[in-house]
């Protein structure tokens, strides 16, 4: 889900720059860009983000191919602005994309699920559906990444199998509300670069330790919040 109250900014940013990009865009195109990124075939084109903003792309300036092979067919610095939203935790590779992009473009918009929503089981009666045999609706099944902030960027850790983990979970009765718009993704303004980078976890019961401590930290703050 786009961060909606961001998409004025990125429009006021686009309109008038020469060359802007949306990465990833097919199923919801950046009204204002003029090149389109995506593996899907143009004929997968939906509907742009905004009814009311014109648009500029057309199927001449549209490259299909995946983002996670590099290099991509634009020089350096070729764009005046990236865009891309809801896109990179999808690829195997997020960091090479990013730095892809931070090469062939001058400045740019990023946004990404957040951790929170990644975790967060949006229906009612968690223990009851659990225990009935009902599904567990938790995040993507698409996403590959959960991603965090950090002060100038982005980290990336792997989705492994334990984020399904009740100790990871975080449910409406964990923090007696759902999660607000801006809870629910990480929008990045960036120029010229940032920082970008993967979390590690290897070691035995690294993975579900870091999961139980986040969700314990991400109550913590949620329930703050709420007060």
Not at 43 to 60: A, D, G, I, Q, V
Request: include cysteine; charged fraction near 30%; hydrophobic fraction near 40%.
């Amino acid at each position: 889900m786009l961060l909606l109250s961001n998409l004025p900014r990125v429009f006021d940013l686009t309109r008038s720059l020469p060359r802007v990009v949306d990465i990833g865009g097919v199923f919801g195109p950046l009204n204002t860009a003029t090149h389109i990124i995506d593996v899907m075939p143009y004929s997968s084109m939906k509907k742009p983000l905004s009814p009311n903003e014109p648009t500029r792309f057309s199927e001449k300036n549209f490259s299909q191919f995946d983002i996670c092979k590099k290099p991509w067919p634009f020089p350096d610095k070729f764009f005046d602005f990236a865009f891309t939203s809801h896109a990179i935790e999808d690829v195997r590779d997020p960091i090479g994309a990013c730095e892809e992009m931070m090469r062939v473009a001058k400045a740019g918009y990023i946004e990404v699920p957040s951790r929170v929503r990644e975790v967060f089981h949006p229906k009612r009666g968690y223990f009851w559906r659990r225990m009935f045999g009902r599904p567990i609706r938790v995040g993507d099944g698409h996403h590959r990444w959960l991603v965090d902030r950090v002060e100038n960027g982005l980290v990336f850790t792997m989705k492994h199998a334990a984020v399904y983990e009740r100790s990871s979970i975080i449910t409406r009765s964990d923090i007696g509300r759902c999660l607000s718009p801006k809870e629910t993704s990480i929008g990045l303004f960036w120029d010229g670069s940032f920082d970008v980078s993967e979390r590690l976890l290897i070691l035995p019961g690294e993975v579900e330790r870091d999961f139980a401590d986040f969700k314990l930290r991400s109550v913590r703050e949620l329930r703050r919040v709420s007060k």
